[in-house]
T-cell receptor, first 113, second 116 residues
Framework: GESVGLHLPTLSVQEGDNSIINCAYS??????FIWYKQESGKGPQFIID?????DKRQGQRVTVLLNKTVKHLSLQIAATQPGDSAVYFC????????????FGKGTLLTVNP | NAGVMQNPRHLVRRRGQEARLRCSPM?????VYWYRQLPEEGLKFMVY????????ESGMPKERFSAEFPKEGPSILRIQQVVRGDSAAYFC??????????????FGPGTRLTVT
C-alpha cells in the first residue's frame, strides 16, 4: 500500500517569509496528490491538488510542486501570514478512482509576527 | 451552501457502550468517506459509501465497527462496545463523484469521541 511521510514535523517562519513544506510518497504509480490545512479543532481544509501529468500548479499564494522521479511533493506558501498557522497534511489518492486518501503525519507551521 | 455537517461534535462514552456518529454530506454530494485521526497522526481511511452501498470498507476494523448511508438521512458510523482505543477524532468527507483523476473531498468538522 501507499505510505506518505513528511520531512519535518514542525516549521517556524517569520511573517512575510515564504514557507516550504515537503512530503514523500512511496508508490510510483500514485497519480493524485492533495494538500490540506487543519486548524486546531477543525476538519482538514482543501488547499490545492495536483495530478501526475503536471509538475507544478499554482493557487492563491500557494504552489504545489511534484517530482515524480524522486516521489516528492512540496507546498510553497508565499508571504506567510499568521492565519496560515496550522497543521499541513499531504495526501495521496489511491483505490482506482483515487478516492482512498493516505495522509502523512502533518507539519505544524507556526508563523511568528 | 452548507458544508459537510457532523454531529455530535463531542461524544463521551463509557467502555462497552455504543457510539453513533452522523454525517450529512454537502448538498449535491452522493459519496461519503469516513476517516479516523489519532492524536499527532494523519487521517486514516476507514470506509467509502454511496447511497445504500458500501463501496470500500478496507480500513474498517473487522469487529464492532459498521457504517451505512441510507437512501434518506445522514451517513452513520456505528461503534459497538467501545474501548479506550476507539478514542479519536472521526472525520467525514464528501465528494460529488469519483473519477480517474480524483475528486476533491470536503471534510466536516469531525466528532471527537472519548471513551472513559
Amino acid at each position: 500500500g501507499e505510505s506518505v511521510g513528511l520531512h519535518l514535523p514542525t516549521l517556524s517562519v517569520q511573517e512575510g517569509d515564504n514557507s516550504i513544506i515537503n512530503c514523500a510518497y512511496s508508490n510510483s504509480a500514485s497519480d493524485y496528490f492533495i494538500w490540506y490545512k487543519q486548524e486546531s479543532g477543525k476538519g482538514p481544509q482543501f488547499i490545492i491538488d495536483i495530478r501526475s501529468n503536471m509538475d507544478k500548479r499554482q493557487g492563491q499564494r500557494v504552489t504545489v510542486l511534484l517530482n515524480k522521479t524522486v516521489k516528492h511533493l512540496s507546498l510553497q506558501i508565499a508571504a506567510t501570514q499568521p492565519g496560515d498557522s496550522a497543521v499541513y497534511f499531504c495526501a495521496v489518492g489511491s483505490g482506482g478512482s483515487n478516492y482512498k486518501l493516505t495522509f502523512g503525519k502533518g507539519t505544524l507551521l507556526t508563523v511568528n509576527p | 451552501n452548507a458544508g459537510v455537517m457532523q454531529n455530535p461534535r463531542h461524544l463521551v462514552r463509557r467502555r462497552g457502550q455504543e457510539a453513533r456518529l452522523r454525517c450529512s454530506p454537502m448538498k449535491g454530494h452522493s459519496h461519503v468517506y469516513w476517516y479516523r485521526q489519532l492524536p499527532e497522526e494523519g487521517l486514516k481511511f476507514m470506509v467509502y459509501l454511496q447511497k445504500e452501498n458500501i463501496i470500500d470498507e478496507s480500513g474498517m476494523p473487522k469487529e464492532r465497527f459498521s457504517a451505512e448511508f441510507p437512501k434518506e438521512g445522514p451517513s452513520i458510523l456505528r461503534i459497538q462496545q467501545v474501548v479506550r482505543g476507539d478514542s479519536a477524532a472521526y472525520f467525514c468527507a464528501s465528494s460529488p463523484g469519483v473519477g480517474t483523476g480524483g475528486y476533491e473531498q470536503y471534510f466536516g468538522p469531525g466528532t471527537r469521541l472519548t471513551v472513559t
